[in-house]
Nanobody, 122 residues
Framework: QVQLVESGGGSVQPGGSLRLSCTASGNIFEVYDMGWYRQAPGTQRELVAVFTKRGVIDIADSVKGRFTISRDDSKKAVYLQMDSLQPDDTAVYYC????????????????WGRGTLVTVTS
């Protein structure tokens, strides 16, 4: 079973920082694109940032200049450094990865983490 586990969420004041981590585990042959999504109360889930296998980064305009995505393939991990957090950043943040699993055969999977809550409030 392949899974993603997020960590690093919490409650901060406006202007504060958090660093989210996501690690993939299981019978993994290769991890392709990894990224972060978020869903705020009363809103649709939206893309925050993606870090592709070949190193291409795509980041949402709403967080550009404040958030930074990085990854460590040796750890099968992706990170999201969030600075200058604002109340509108309050959301559950989800990690997503494209993974080729290898059990009895190779399988291509889109895998989601269960989410980690980020709350930005005074």
């Amino acid at each position: 079973q392949v899974q993603l586990v997020e960590s690093g969420g919490g409650s901060v004041q406006p202007g504060g920082s958090l660093r989210l981590s996501c690690t993939a585990s299981g019978n993994i042959f290769e991890v392709y694109d990894m990224g972060w999504y978020r869903q705020a109360p009363g809103t649709q889930r939206e893309l925050v940032a993606v870090f592709t296998k070949r190193g291409v980064i795509d980041i949402a305009d709403s967080v550009k200049g404040r958030f930074t995505i990085s990854r460590d393939d040796s750890k099968k991990a992706v990170y999201l450094q969030m600075d200058s957090l604002q109340p509108d950043d309050t959301a559950v943040y989800y990690c997503k990865a494209e993974i080729v699993a290898h059990d009895r055969d190779y399988m291509y999977l889109d895998v989601w983490g269960r989410g980690t809550l980020v709350t930005v409030t005074s």
